[in-house]
T-cell receptor, first 117, second 113 residues
């Protein structure tokens, strides 16, 4: 069984500063994918960034980067130059192959990020 | 366009009612998902459809009945729900059911009275 752990229930960051949200995972499957999603108070889950287990380089998407350390089983999200609109809940998630035709996405408990002036 | 739409946005229903939630995507995705999210908790997978066939049912009670009439549309039929079923119901889609990113709709906030 796979497991995702986010140990920071809440984080504060000042506007324009960088922040790192932690995520560790546990799986015995060699093929998996790691995702970060943002959920504002409106409820919609917004896809931010993806890292595949075989990817050699850390994923980046604009102000988001993923610090992937496979041996430590960690996939931390780094947000650079924080903006007020970044205030939201952030979920780390992992997909493993579930059957031959489907896979399952499991989420961590989330980190609530508050960006302050 | 990475849009998944869901209707209605809000739904209040009694325990004896029958209602349906609707989800639609026009991105050519072949996998669609229903998740349930309680307040301050992560989403929990309910069902996965791959190529219009039910691939995963996470032991969801039969009062929730999914349906995938075509590759763009996903419904969740609700009948005889309990107050504890009140939650945000999220629909998602992905290119395939493999390790692809999922795109979520805005959700339907369901209250069972």
């Amino acid at each position: 069984a796979q497991k995702i752990t986010q140990t920071q229930p809440g984080m504060f960051v000042q506007e324009k500063e960088a922040v790192t949200l932690d995520c560790t995972y546990d799986t015995s499957d060699p093929s998996y994918g790691l995702f970060w999603y943002k959920q504002p108070s409106s409820g919609e889950m917004i896809f931010l960034i993806y890292q595949g287990s075989y990817d050699q380089q850390n994923a980046t998407e604009g102000r988001y980067s993923l610090n992937f350390q496979k041996a430590r089983k960690s996939a931390n999200l780094v947000i650079s130059a924080s903006q007020l609109g970044d205030s939201a809940m952030y979920f780390c998630a992992m997909r493993e192959v579930y059957t031959g035709t489907a896979s399952k996405l499991t989420f961590g408990t989330g980190t609530r990020l508050q960006v302050t002036l | 366009d990475t849009e998944v739409t869901q209707t209605p946005k809000h739904l209040v229903m009694g325990m004896t009612n029958k209602k349906s939630l609707k989800c639609e995507q026009h991105m050519g995705h072949r996998a669609m998902y229903w998740y349930k999210q309680k307040a301050k908790k992560p989403p929990e997978l309910m069902f996965v459809y791959s190529y219009e066939k039910l691939s995963i049912n996470e032991s969801v009670p039969s009062r929730f009945s999914p349906e995938c009439p075509n590759s763009s549309l996903l419904n969740l039929h609700l009948h005889a729900l309990q107050p504890e079923d009140s939650a945000l119901y999220l629909c998602a889609s992905s290119l395939g059911a493999g390790v692809y990113e999922q795109y979520f709709g805005p959700g339907t906030r369901l209250t069972v009275t």
